[in-house]
Structure formats: C-alpha cells, structure tokens
C-alpha cells in the first residue's frame, strides 16, 4: 500500500490510545491477534498505559494518525533486568520491513537502558516471526509452560 506520509516513531502517550486500539482491531479481523496479545487492545487499557508506563517502553510507528507497527520491552517496571519484547505490523504495510525497523529501535533502547539480554514469547505456528527472530540471533527453546510456545533469548552487549 504506497502512500505518501512519512513515519514517526512515538513513545505511546495519552491522546494516541485511540489509535492504537484501531490497530489491535485491524489485528484481529486479519486473525493476527492470535499471534499477538501483550495486553487487551482496548481503549481504556491502552490509554492507562499511556498514562502510567513506567519504566516500560511502548513504542508506535505513526503514519497520518495511523499506527502501522507497535512494540514494547515490559517487564522493568516488576523488577526484571531482562525485558519482554512484544512487536506487531500492520498487515497492509507487512514486508516493508517495519517489523525490523521495531526490532533493532528497542534492542537499541534495551541495550541503552543497560539490559544483559531480551526474552520473547512465540507460537510455534508463526513461522514468519520465528525466522525473523533467528536472523537477529534470538536462540530459541521450548517454552516449559506452554507446548504451543517457544521463548526465545537474545544476548546483549557491545557489538550485539
């Protein structure tokens, strides 16, 4: 889908809760919410998380008012020193390589802020982000609590 806009990458902030919810619905009638669901995709849910984030991270590739990828590192604001990852595309801006795009921007931010390393949870069924997630050098294992999941761990450091 060309278009004609630019895009920004945003911290979620009060006002953009709308938005994002939009993006969470357009997630489900493509049958993606499957695949991703940090947290419930409303509006009153994602406008607290735009008031309070804490030390958590949740970030938003904005076009024209519409969101078209969005990932977060959560986890610090309960303590942990190794964040989870969450990052969804838009289906209609899938291969553009905004997904990467999202990847290396928090891998960047989790490496700034000091993290040792990145976990992520995966459906064994999602093959698409699976092999994304191995060309950045994520290792992969069984998820122990769940048969359906792998956990993936990504090292960081200098020249990570």
Not at 25 to 38: K, N, R, S
Not at 71 to 100: I, K, M, Q
Request: charged residues 25%.
């Amino acid at each position: 889908m060309p278009a004609s806009g630019a895009i920004e990458c945003l911290l979620l902030r009060p006002g953009g809760e709308v938005a994002l919810a939009r993006f969470f619905a357009d997630l489900e009638v493509a049958g993606d919410d499957v695949f991703f669901h940090p947290h419930a995709g409303d509006v009153a849910t994602l406008r607290a998380i735009a008031e309070r984030p804490g030390k958590d991270l949740y970030v938003v590739f904005l076009e024209e008012g519409n969101v078209r990828a969005y990932g977060l590192l959560r986890g610090w604001n309960e303590g942990y020193d190794v964040p989870s990852l969450g990052v969804a595309v838009h289906p209609n801006v899938r291969t553009c390589g905004f997904g990467r795009l999202m990847m290396e921007y928090l891998e960047a931010m989790a490496r700034y802020r000091g993290a040792p390393a990145i976990r992520l949870r995966v459906r064994k069924d999602n093959v698409r982000a699976i092999a994304m997630y191995g060309r950045r050098s994520y290792v992969m294992q069984p998820d122990a609590g769940d048969a359906q999941l792998l956990v993936g761990f990504k090292t960081l450091g200098a020249g990570a």
